[in-house]
Protein backbone atom coordinates (compact mmCIF):
# COMPACT_ATOMS: atom_id res chain seq x y z
CA UNK A 1 0.00 0.00 0.00
CA UNK A 2 1.74 3.12 -1.07
CA UNK A 3 2.06 6.41 1.94
CA UNK A 4 1.66 9.69 1.53
CA UNK A 5 5.56 11.01 1.96
CA UNK A 6 5.47 14.55 3.99
CA UNK A 7 7.14 16.30 6.07
CA UNK A 8 5.77 16.98 9.43
CA UNK A 9 6.17 20.42 11.66
CA UNK A 10 6.33 19.10 15.38
CA UNK A 11 7.84 22.66 16.94
CA UNK A 12 6.64 22.70 20.14
CA UNK A 13 4.55 19.53 19.65
CA UNK A 14 3.64 17.01 22.64
CA UNK A 15 5.00 14.13 21.42
CA UNK A 16 4.89 10.55 23.28
CA UNK A 17 7.69 7.60 23.01
CA UNK A 18 6.84 4.34 25.40
CA UNK A 19 9.81 2.58 25.74
CA UNK A 20 13.47 2.82 26.28
CA UNK A 21 15.77 1.16 24.10
CA UNK A 22 17.33 1.89 21.29
CA UNK A 23 15.07 2.36 18.94
CA UNK A 24 12.78 4.76 21.72
CA UNK A 25 16.12 6.25 21.53
CA UNK A 26 16.29 6.80 17.93
CA UNK A 27 13.09 8.32 18.00
CA UNK A 28 13.69 10.86 20.58
CA UNK A 29 16.64 11.80 19.43
CA UNK A 30 14.80 12.72 15.93
CA UNK A 31 11.69 14.54 18.07
CA UNK A 32 14.09 16.16 19.84
CA UNK A 33 16.21 17.29 16.46
CA UNK A 34 13.21 18.90 15.24
CA UNK A 35 12.29 20.91 18.95
CA UNK A 36 9.21 18.52 19.64
CA UNK A 37 8.31 18.94 23.50
CA UNK A 38 8.66 14.47 24.34
CA UNK A 39 7.88 12.43 26.76
CA UNK A 40 9.63 9.45 27.33
CA UNK A 41 7.61 6.55 29.83
CA UNK A 42 9.69 3.49 30.37
CA UNK A 43 11.14 1.47 33.55
CA UNK A 44 14.70 2.22 32.19
CA UNK A 45 16.50 3.92 29.87
CA UNK A 46 19.19 2.50 27.23
CA UNK A 47 22.69 3.59 28.48
CA UNK A 48 22.10 5.92 24.59
CA UNK A 49 19.68 8.31 26.07
CA UNK A 50 22.35 10.06 28.51
CA UNK A 51 23.81 11.28 25.20
CA UNK A 52 20.74 13.68 24.29
CA UNK A 53 20.32 17.07 25.68
CA UNK A 54 18.16 16.98 28.76
CA UNK A 55 15.15 18.58 26.97
CA UNK A 56 12.70 15.28 27.44
CA UNK A 57 10.79 14.15 30.48
CA UNK A 58 11.00 10.79 31.88
CA UNK A 59 8.43 8.81 33.63
CA UNK A 60 10.31 5.90 35.14
CA UNK A 61 7.13 3.49 34.88
CA UNK A 62 4.86 1.49 33.02
CA UNK A 63 2.99 2.75 30.24
CA UNK A 64 -0.32 3.84 31.30
CA UNK A 65 -3.90 4.82 29.15
CA UNK A 66 -3.28 8.95 30.01
CA UNK A 67 0.16 9.31 28.67
CA UNK A 68 -1.29 9.59 25.48
CA UNK A 69 -3.54 12.25 26.52
CA UNK A 70 -2.47 15.73 24.55
CA UNK A 71 -0.07 14.30 22.20
CA UNK A 72 0.46 15.02 18.96
CA UNK A 73 2.56 11.72 18.10
CA UNK A 74 2.81 8.79 19.48
CA UNK A 75 6.05 5.95 19.02
CA UNK A 76 5.20 2.48 20.41
CA UNK A 77 9.12 1.09 20.66
CA UNK A 78 8.49 -1.23 23.92
CA UNK A 79 10.38 -4.97 23.25
CA UNK A 80 6.56 -6.23 24.73
CA UNK A 81 4.28 -7.13 21.77
CA UNK A 82 1.06 -6.68 23.50
CA UNK A 83 2.51 -3.14 25.25
CA UNK A 84 2.70 -1.80 21.83
CA UNK A 85 -0.49 -3.06 20.53
CA UNK A 86 -2.19 -1.46 23.46
CA UNK A 87 -0.27 2.48 22.64
CA UNK A 88 -1.29 1.60 19.28
CA UNK A 89 -5.25 0.69 20.51
CA UNK A 90 -5.52 4.04 23.09
CA UNK A 91 -3.66 6.24 20.03
CA UNK A 92 -6.24 5.04 17.80
CA UNK A 93 -9.67 6.06 19.41
CA UNK A 94 -7.89 9.36 20.56
CA UNK A 95 -7.57 10.11 16.86
CA UNK A 96 -3.65 10.27 17.84
CA UNK A 97 -1.35 9.43 14.80
CA UNK A 98 1.26 6.38 16.33
CA UNK A 99 4.03 4.43 15.38
CA UNK A 100 4.68 0.51 16.30
CA UNK A 101 8.11 -0.45 15.94
CA UNK A 102 7.89 -4.16 15.23
CA UNK A 103 4.39 -3.92 13.70
CA UNK A 104 3.98 -1.70 10.35
CA UNK A 105 0.07 -2.57 10.20
CA UNK A 106 -0.89 -1.79 13.46
CA UNK A 107 0.75 1.79 12.71
CA UNK A 108 -0.85 4.78 11.66
CA UNK A 109 2.37 6.40 10.03
CA UNK A 110 6.19 5.60 9.71
CA UNK A 111 9.05 7.78 10.20
CA UNK A 112 11.78 7.70 7.10
CA UNK A 113 15.32 7.34 7.83
CA UNK A 114 16.74 11.03 6.96
CA UNK A 115 19.49 12.77 5.83
CA UNK A 116 19.83 16.59 6.67
CA UNK A 117 22.00 18.95 5.06
CA UNK A 118 21.27 22.46 5.74
CA UNK A 119 17.51 22.85 4.81
CA UNK A 120 17.60 19.37 2.26
CA UNK A 121 16.26 16.98 3.87
CA UNK A 122 16.47 13.37 2.18
CA UNK A 123 13.57 10.74 3.55
CA UNK A 124 14.44 7.25 2.94
CA UNK A 125 11.11 4.73 3.92
CA UNK A 126 9.99 1.17 2.83
CA UNK A 127 6.47 1.32 4.33
CA UNK A 128 7.94 -0.59 7.47
CA UNK A 129 8.77 -3.21 6.08
CA UNK A 130 12.87 -2.91 6.83
CA UNK A 131 13.86 -0.06 9.05
CA UNK A 132 17.58 -1.69 8.82
CA UNK A 133 17.78 -1.03 4.50
CA UNK A 134 16.58 2.60 4.98
CA UNK A 135 19.26 3.03 7.59
CA UNK A 136 21.69 1.44 4.91
CA UNK A 137 20.29 3.48 2.42
CA UNK A 138 20.73 6.34 4.24
CA UNK A 139 24.14 5.79 4.80
CA UNK A 140 25.04 5.07 0.98
CA UNK A 141 23.52 8.75 0.41
CA UNK A 142 25.73 10.73 2.92
CA UNK A 143 28.35 9.22 1.01
CA UNK A 144 26.84 10.94 -2.27
CA UNK A 145 25.43 14.27 -0.63
CA UNK A 146 27.80 15.60 1.60
CA UNK A 147 27.09 19.26 3.62
CA UNK A 148 28.43 21.37 0.31
CA UNK A 149 24.72 20.64 -0.76
CA UNK A 150 23.01 22.17 2.49
CA UNK A 151 25.39 24.84 1.34
CA UNK A 152 24.79 25.15 -2.20
CA UNK A 153 20.70 25.39 -0.65
CA UNK A 154 21.84 28.82 0.96
CA UNK A 155 23.49 30.31 -1.62
CA UNK A 156 20.59 29.58 -4.62
CA UNK A 157 18.53 30.81 -2.00
CA UNK A 158 20.08 34.13 -1.85
CA UNK A 159 19.49 34.91 -5.53
CA UNK A 160 16.85 33.03 -6.37
CA UNK A 161 14.27 35.47 -6.57
CA UNK A 162 16.59 38.69 -7.49
CA UNK A 163 18.54 36.11 -10.60
CA UNK A 164 16.95 36.26 -13.80
CA UNK A 165 18.54 32.68 -14.25
CA UNK A 166 16.75 29.43 -15.69
CA UNK A 167 17.67 27.35 -12.43
CA UNK A 168 17.15 24.46 -14.35
CA UNK A 169 19.50 24.76 -16.57
CA UNK A 170 22.38 25.71 -13.87
CA UNK A 171 21.65 22.34 -12.30
CA UNK A 172 22.68 20.53 -15.73
CA UNK A 173 25.59 22.86 -15.99
CA UNK A 174 29.63 22.63 -15.32
CA UNK A 175 28.82 25.18 -13.51
CA UNK A 176 26.94 23.05 -10.85
CA UNK A 177 30.05 20.59 -10.13
CA UNK A 178 32.71 23.88 -10.09
CA UNK A 179 30.56 25.35 -7.70
CA UNK A 180 29.97 22.32 -5.55
CA UNK A 181 34.04 21.31 -5.87
CA UNK A 182 34.72 24.74 -4.11
CA UNK A 183 32.01 24.36 -1.26
CA UNK A 184 33.45 21.13 -0.62
CA UNK A 185 36.78 22.99 -0.02
CA UNK A 186 35.38 25.57 2.03
CA UNK A 187 35.87 28.03 -0.07
CA UNK A 188 32.26 29.70 0.08
CA UNK A 189 33.84 33.43 -1.16
CA UNK A 190 35.12 31.32 -4.56
CA UNK A 191 32.12 29.38 -5.04
CA UNK A 192 29.36 32.33 -5.07
CA UNK A 193 31.54 34.23 -7.20
CA UNK A 194 31.42 31.49 -9.62
CA UNK A 195 27.55 31.39 -9.28
CA UNK A 196 27.34 35.02 -9.74
CA UNK A 197 29.34 35.20 -12.79
CA UNK A 198 27.04 32.54 -14.50
CA UNK A 199 23.90 34.76 -13.26
CA UNK A 200 25.02 37.35 -15.24
Known amino acids: MPLLPINLNVKNAACLVVGGGKVAHRKCAALLECDALVTVVAPQLHAAFA ?4 RFEHHQRVFLPHDCEGKRLVFACTNNNAVNLQVAKISLQAGIWCNVCDNAKKSTFHSAASVRQGDITIGIATNGQSPALARHLKSTIERCIGPEYGELTTLIAKYRKTANADWDDFFHSDVLEKV ?5 RHDTDAAEAALCDYLK
Not at 51 to 54: C, D, G, Q, T, Y
Open 51 to 54: SLPI
Open 180 to 184: LLLLK
